[in-house]
């Protein structure tokens, strides 16, 4: 599989070619606030296959309620977030769905820290959810 995508303004990019890992729903309120929504949609994508085409994200890491840090790349320009990453799994990224140039590659199969989510907003009944992380597989 091949993915494009930029921030909001154009001047970060990046590309992915290479197999994908589910896309998933997060309700944990740091994604909430990054996104400034009910939650975050990202697909993860093996570090290997992705790489910044142009221009150069920043950086923000915070600790997780998991307790993780989690780094949140974003455009320093626009400040769209890009893909966050994780020293608990470095090789892997999560790509934000709104960053994609085709947002259709995106097929969510699950949601995480449902404890966490707003009463005010529906997903599907169907998809699986995790109170918190999703166990390992």
């Known amino acids: 599989m091949s993915i494009t995508g930029s921030c909001l303004c154009g001047n ?3 590309a992915y070619t290479g197999d994908v890992a589910a896309a998933a729903y997060c309700h944990c309120t740091d994604c909430r606030k990054t996104t400034g929504s009910a939650f975050n949609i990202s697909i993860g994508m093996p570090r290997a296959g992705f790489e ?32 966050t990453s994780s020293p608990g799994n470095p090789d892997m990224v ?16 699950y949601q995480s820290w449902t404890r966490s989510r707003v009463s005010w907003s529906k997903i599907d009944d169907g998809l699986p959810g995790y109170e918190t992380d999703r166990p390992a597989e």
């Open 52 to 83: 910044i085409t142009g221009g150069a994200p920043r950086e923000f890491t915070k600790t997780a309620e998991s307790g993780q840090p989690i780094t949140r790349h974003f455009c320093a320009d626009c400040g769209a977030p890009l893909y």
């Open 94 to 109: 999560y790509v934000k769905a709104g960053a994609l140039d085709d947002p259709d590659t995106v097929k969510p199969a």
């Open 12 to 14: 970060v990019t990046f």
